[in-house]
């Protein structure tokens, strides 16, 4: 069974979501497009918390974001207790985020990397398993009550 993944955004991230969709299925993974549709000027908060919301909700197991600078999209969906998103720009951040902080939402900024690395980044993101142990303590320490 495939990984079952969200992904969202803004305008200025549409044309690197919809390139890492098509990807991201050939790899085998199940993906919703939570949008936008288009390029056009969108407000990205109607966007990531319904994004949120299904992977908060275990609907989806997780999410990418991407915006311009990945800033706008982290902070939203952080604004959701059972959300952990990580702006990530190269390979360890990715694979540190899952690994160190059990992140459930990938946060690119489609400015400032190329298509290539966003694919790679998401990929590691999915494929890097969380290590538990020590972090698994200070992870369940994020939320507030």
């Not at 991230?13 to 085998?28: N, Q």
């Not at 600078?69 to 190269?90: D, E, F, M, P, Y």
Request: one cysteine or more.
């Amino acid at each position: 069974m495939s990984k079952k993944i969200a992904i969202g955004g803004d305008h200025a991230g549409f044309a690197y979501k919809k390139d890492l969709i098509i990807k991201l299925e050939e790899a085998g993974y199940e993906v919703k497009d939570f949008g936008p549709y288009s390029d056009a000027s969108a407000d990205y908060p109607d966007f990531v918390h319904p994004l949120a919301v299904a992977v908060e909700s275990g609907e989806y197991e997780q999410g990418i974001l991407i915006c311009g600078s990945g800033n706008g999209v982290a902070i939203t969906a952080n604004k959701h207790q059972g959300i952990r998103a990580a702006l990530c720009w190269n390979q360890d951040l990715a694979a540190l985020a899952r690994q160190h902080n059990d992140a459930n939402v990938l946060a690119l900024p489609a400015r400032f990397i190329s298509f290539e690395l966003a694919t790679e980044l998401a990929i590691i993101f999915i494929e890097t398993a969380f290590e538990g142990g020590r972090h698994a303590t200070r992870v369940n320490k994020i939320a507030c009550k």
